[in-house]
């Protein structure tokens, strides 16, 4: 019993000491004492007039009874004051057995102290639970932001995310001393900012969908639905994040990427008539005209509003996949080419961004951009460049002078794969946790001169996929984000880059109760799953619990030891803590997809690069339609040999999107390669279906005319075997 006894206080005393130094991002330097700070219902919160938002926002987590502003704010319990021989973001925190001093330079260095702080009580904090007393382990902790801008950027034009959910966003931000939120307020999808100058850029510009003349290229397709937010709305969100150290930098993106408010206000288009035969008949144009005068004082309007709502210095303008073939065919354009004496189409970008630079001066705001918009050559040096496309890029953007922000999507596109069979991007790889950990300018070869303008890190969220996953709730915001912006934290502010085993033991004994606390539906590695001799098991390396489902009952257990099992192909794991989860997997036989041979024929003509032949070899592989869908347009697979199988999944359109694809329709089986029977109706171009004998060809039938795409995607089945 006392030998037990003896090896649990032992263990916990390993367990604490861990807890105390588990901070993420980690401090630059840390000294651990020996002793406790008790906090108690009687322990007096003391705090400098100057950082009161900060002592605001710390009784939210930790329930002060006694607080007091004071100008020599030193007889506390708990202590907020300002110590100008720190750096402005950087902080002191002291714990002692006086008290818990927190000293910052200035208010984001108190404000980054008192998150470490947070982390170093009980996790029941984030959740607002958290009761006296407290304790906390004494410890001297002296630490700053290795940058100076440390970025997330939302798209909230894809997928709609109210205003309560983006302070909730900033919430978990701000746990990570992340202080800059980009925000990605209009794109093709959508116009999220009231304008009192042209209210119908949100009133209908925030909808897309039903009747709405935004056409939606990213499902939720019949429904109109979205939203905006008000300019009080905004300004609440300013100064929400304003008092969690957080400057919100808007985003404008023109003059591409503006097929939204163009479908309000086609007179911003470019003066020429669009060819809409292959796109139903919508014009789908996205691009500013850059020779319009009446286009500058549209964006003169946005800015004057814009430049009211937001503090930061800058406003982001935009700049990126700008469809400089709109601007080669329109006459105004080329006749504004021939009179600026521009080079050639970037340069017309140029003048675009010149313009809106010098309305943005006129409001006392800086212009900030994606790469490309550096390809023309003579952009004002002064504009900050984020460089989304890849690390060259954003090494050629610092080459050349230019204030950068490292985004390369190969690390920081957080719409990316975690891993394959997950849902998400690809087209910049797959960024897993580790892969992000391993960022490291010097790996990536950037040399002093490029590091000098290298002003910061920021990773991105576009989304796209976002709506077809439940985007009225967190969760696939939250698994795309944790721990992906735990580990970016760590980059962008620590001095030391740690290794992988050593940051992974920080997140899985701590950092994963902080996020459980805070309510953070986010993503743990997959189990491994074996299966040998009969017997399947499964195990994880994070501590999380592992639960599996038998599909064929839709039974979920609590997994507990290995399974004696004969059908492992109906079997998946997966692991959970708190609102975590790991991706669904299983044994080799889970997974296992069936090829068999297959002829593929279609109603709809093929583009030559793109054949069906293509899909006939399954895989990752599509073919393209010449010609987007009418309604009675069909995709026919016919197997070479009668089909058994116990589910197909059968889509068409973009592989990972919904998007290029029957917007309705039908899957119809044969089970004699003459006559069809209607199965399963299209949700987002594609159904499951279950055929309950063998089955020699499967169709998919347009009920009506695609999306207004150019094309539809045709991509191969799912076949799992029975
Ligand atoms: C971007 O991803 N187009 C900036
Ligand atoms: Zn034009």
Same mark, same amino acid.
Request: net charge positive; with cysteine.
């Given at each position: 019993?006392?030998? #037990?006894?003896?090896?649990?206080?032992?263990?916990?005393?390993?367990?604490?000491?861990?807890?105390?130094?588990?901070?993420?991002?980690?401090?630059?330097?840390?000294?651990?004492?020996?002793?406790?700070?008790?906090?108690?219902?009687?322990?007096?919160?003391?705090?400098?007039?100057?950082?009161?938002?900060?002592?605001?926002?710390?009784?939210?987590?930790?329930?002060?009874?006694?607080?007091?502003?004071?100008?020599?704010?030193?007889?506390?319990?708990?202590?907020?004051?300002?110590?100008?021989?720190?750096?402005?973001?950087?902080?002191?925190?002291?714990?002692?057995?006086?008290?818990?001093?927190?000293?910052?330079?200035?208010?984001?260095? &108190?404000?980054?102290?008192?998150?470490? %702080?947070?982390?170093?009580?009980?996790?029941?904090?984030?959740?607002?639970?958290?009761?006296?007393?407290?304790?906390?382990?004494?410890?001297?902790?002296?630490?700053?932001?290795?940058?100076?801008?440390?970025?997330? /950027?939302?798209?909230?034009?894809?997928?709609?995310?109210?205003?309560?959910?983006?302070?909730?966003?900033?919430?978990?931000?701000?746990?990570?001393?992340?202080?800059?939120?980009?925000?990605?307020?209009?794109?093709?999808?959508?116009?999220? *900012?009231? $304008?009192?100058?042209?209210?119908?850029?949100?009133?209908?510009?925030?909808?897309?969908?039903?009747?709405?003349?935004?056409?939606?290229?990213?499902?939720?397709?019949?429904?109109?639905?979205?939203?905006?937010?008000?300019?009080?709305?905004?300004?609440?969100?300013?100064?929400?994040?304003?008092?969690?150290?957080?400057? *919100?930098?808007?985003?404008?993106?023109?003059?591409?990427?503006?097929?939204?408010?163009?479908?309000?206000?086609?007179?911003?288009?470019?003066?020429?008539?669009?060819?809409?035969?292959?796109?139903?008949? $919508?014009?789908?144009?996205?691009?500013?005209?850059?020779?319009?005068?009446?286009?500058?004082?549209?964006?003169?309007?946005?800015?004057?509003? %814009?430049?009211?709502?937001?503090?930061?210095?800058?406003?982001?303008?935009?700049?990126?996949? &700008?469809? =400089?073939?709109?601007?080669?065919?329109?006459?105004?354009?080329?006749?504004? #080419?021939?009179?600026?004496?521009?080079?050639?189409?970037?340069?017309?970008?140029?003048?675009?961004?010149?313009?809106?630079?010098?309305?943005?001066?006129?409001?006392?705001? #800086?212009?900030? *951009?994606?790469?490309?918009?550096?390809?023309?050559?003579?952009?004002?040096?002064?504009?900050?460049?984020?460089?989304?496309?890849?690390?060259?890029?954003?090494?050629?953007?610092?080459?050349?002078?230019?204030?950068?922000?490292?985004?390369?999507?190969?690390?920081?596109?957080?719409?990316?794969?975690?891993?394959?069979?997950?849902?998400?991007?690809?087209? !910049?790889?797959?960024?897993?946790?580790?892969?992000?950990?391993?960022?490291?300018?010097?790996?990536?070869?950037?040399?002093? !001169?490029?590091?000098?303008?290298?002003?910061?890190?920021?990773?991105?969220?576009?989304?796209?996929?976002?709506?077809?996953?439940?985007?009225?709730?967190?969760?696939?915001?939250?698994? =795309?984000?944790?721990?992906?912006?735990?580990?970016?934290?760590?980059?962008?502010?620590?001095?030391?880059?740690?290794?992988?085993?050593?940051?992974?033991?920080? %997140?899985?004994?701590?950092?994963?109760?902080?996020?459980?606390?805070?309510?953070?539906?986010?993503? %743990?590695?997959?189990?491994?799953?074996?299966?040998?001799?009969?017997?399947?098991?499964?195990?994880?390396?994070?501590?999380?619990?592992?639960?599996?489902?038998?599909?064929?009952?839709?039974?979920?257990?609590?997994?507990?030891?290995?399974?004696?099992?004969?059908?492992?192909?109906?079997?998946?794991?997966?692991?959970?803590?708190?609102?975590?989860?790991?991706?669904?997997?299983?044994?080799?036989?889970?997974? #296992?997809?069936?090829?068999?041979?297959?002829?593929?024929?279609?109603?709809?003509?093929?583009?030559?690069?793109?054949?069906?032949?293509?899909?006939?070899?399954?895989?990752?592989?599509?073919?393209?339609?010449?010609?987007?869908?009418?309604?009675?347009?069909?995709?026919?697979?016919?197997?070479?040999?009668?089909? /058994?199988?116990?589910?197909?999944?059968?889509?068409?359109?973009?592989?990972?999107?919904?998007?290029?694809?029957? =917007?309705?329709?039908?899957?119809?089986?044969?089970?004699?390669?003459?006559?069809?029977?209607?199965?399963?109706?299209?949700?987002?171009?594609?159904?499951?279906?279950?055929?309950?004998?063998?089955?020699?060809?499967?169709?998919?039938?347009?009920?009506?005319?695609?999306?207004?795409?150019?094309? *539809?995607?045709?991509?191969?089945?799912?076949?799992?075997?029975?």
């Amino acid at each position: 019993m006392r030998v #037990k006894l003896q090896i649990s206080l032992l263990l916990l005393c390993v367990v604490q000491s861990i807890s105390a130094a588990n901070i993420i991002p980690q401090p630059t330097q840390y000294e651990k004492g020996d002793q406790k700070f008790v906090l108690t219902d009687k322990s007096m919160l003391l705090y400098d007039a100057k950082v009161r938002d900060v002592a605001m926002y710390l009784i939210d987590y930790i329930p002060f009874k006694h607080i007091l502003c004071s100008d020599k704010p030193m007889q506390g319990d708990v202590v907020l004051d300002i110590n100008r021989l720190l750096d402005k973001e950087g902080y002191r925190l002291t714990i002692d057995k006086h008290s818990i001093k927190v000293e910052g330079g200035g208010y984001g260095g &108190v404000f980054n102290g008192v998150q470490t %702080l947070l982390q170093l009580l009980p996790s029941e904090v984030y959740a607002h639970t958290a009761k006296f007393p407290m304790t906390v382990e004494h410890c001297r902790i002296t630490d700053k932001p290795k940058f100076a801008y440390r970025g997330m /950027m939302l798209d909230v034009t894809r997928t709609w995310i109210e205003a309560p959910r983006v302070k909730r966003y900033i919430d978990l931000l701000a746990y990570h001393k992340i202080n800059k939120l980009h925000f990605h307020l209009s794109d093709d999808e959508g116009w999220r *900012v009231e $304008l009192k100058s042209h209210p119908e850029f949100a009133t209908i510009g925030g909808f897309r969908g039903g009747d709405s003349p935004v056409h939606p290229r990213y499902a939720k397709f019949d429904e109109r639905w979205g939203g905006y937010y008000t300019q009080n709305e905004l300004r609440d969100i300013v100064r929400y994040a304003a008092q969690r150290n957080i400057e *919100v930098i808007p985003e404008i993106d023109m003059p591409g990427h503006s097929r939204g408010i163009c479908a309000i206000k086609p007179e911003i288009l470019c003066n020429f008539t669009p060819d809409t035969a292959r796109t139903n008949g $919508l014009d789908i144009r996205n691009v500013w005209c850059a020779s319009k005068e009446s286009n500058y004082r549209i964006i003169e309007d946005i800015v004057a509003e %814009l430049s009211k709502i937001f503090t930061s210095e800058y406003i982001h303008i935009g700049g990126d996949e &700008v469809n =400089m073939s709109q601007w080669r065919k329109c006459p105004d354009c080329q006749r504004l #080419k021939r009179r600026h004496g521009l080079a050639n189409d970037a340069q017309i970008e140029d003048y675009f961004i010149a313009r809106t630079t010098e309305i943005l001066k006129k409001y006392g705001k #800086k212009p900030a *951009v994606w790469n490309e918009a550096i390809d023309g050559g003579t952009l004002d040096k002064t504009t900050r460049v984020h460089g989304w496309k890849g690390i060259k890029h954003c090494k050629e953007s610092a080459e050349r002078g230019y204030p950068t922000i490292v985004m390369a999507g190969e690390y920081f596109y957080f719409d990316m794969k975690h891993s394959m069979g997950e849902e998400g991007h690809t087209w !910049a790889g797959i960024v897993s946790p580790k892969k992000v950990h391993s960022f490291n300018f010097e790996k990536c070869g950037f040399t002093p !001169a490029q590091l000098e303008n290298i002003i910061g890190i920021e990773a991105t969220f576009f989304s796209e996929i976002y709506i077809a996953n439940h985007p009225e709730k967190d969760d696939y915001l939250d698994y =795309m984000h944790y721990p992906r912006v735990s580990i970016l934290s760590e980059l962008m502010w620590s001095k030391e880059q740690s290794g992988w085993d050593e940051f992974a033991s920080r %997140l899985y004994a701590s950092h994963y109760h902080r996020m459980r606390s805070m309510g953070v539906a986010f993503r %743990l590695p997959r189990p491994v799953v074996k299966y040998a001799n009969g017997e399947l098991s499964a195990s994880t390396i994070d501590g999380s619990e592992l639960y599996y489902t038998d599909e064929r009952t839709g039974r979920t257990s609590k997994y507990k030891r290995s399974l004696r099992c004969d059908a492992p192909q109906y079997i998946c794991f997966e692991s959970r803590f708190g609102k975590a989860r790991s991706p669904k997997t299983g044994s080799a036989a889970y997974h #296992k997809l069936l090829e068999p041979t297959v002829t593929i024929t279609s109603s709809l003509p093929c583009q030559e690069r793109s054949p069906l032949t293509n899909v006939e070899k399954y895989g990752n592989r599509i073919a393209r339609t010449a010609r987007p869908a009418k309604r009675g347009d069909w995709i026919e697979y016919r197997f070479a040999e009668p089909l /058994m199988c116990r589910e197909i999944l059968a889509r068409t359109g973009h592989i990972h999107l919904r998007r290029c694809h029957f =917007m309705k329709g039908r899957v119809e089986l044969s089970y004699d390669g003459v006559a069809f029977e209607r199965v399963a109706d299209l949700v987002d171009g594609g159904a499951v279906v279950k055929p309950q004998k063998s089955i020699v060809a499967l169709r998919i039938v347009a009920d009506s005319r695609s999306d207004a795409e150019p094309d *539809v995607v045709i991509q191969p089945l799912q076949i799992r075997p029975l």
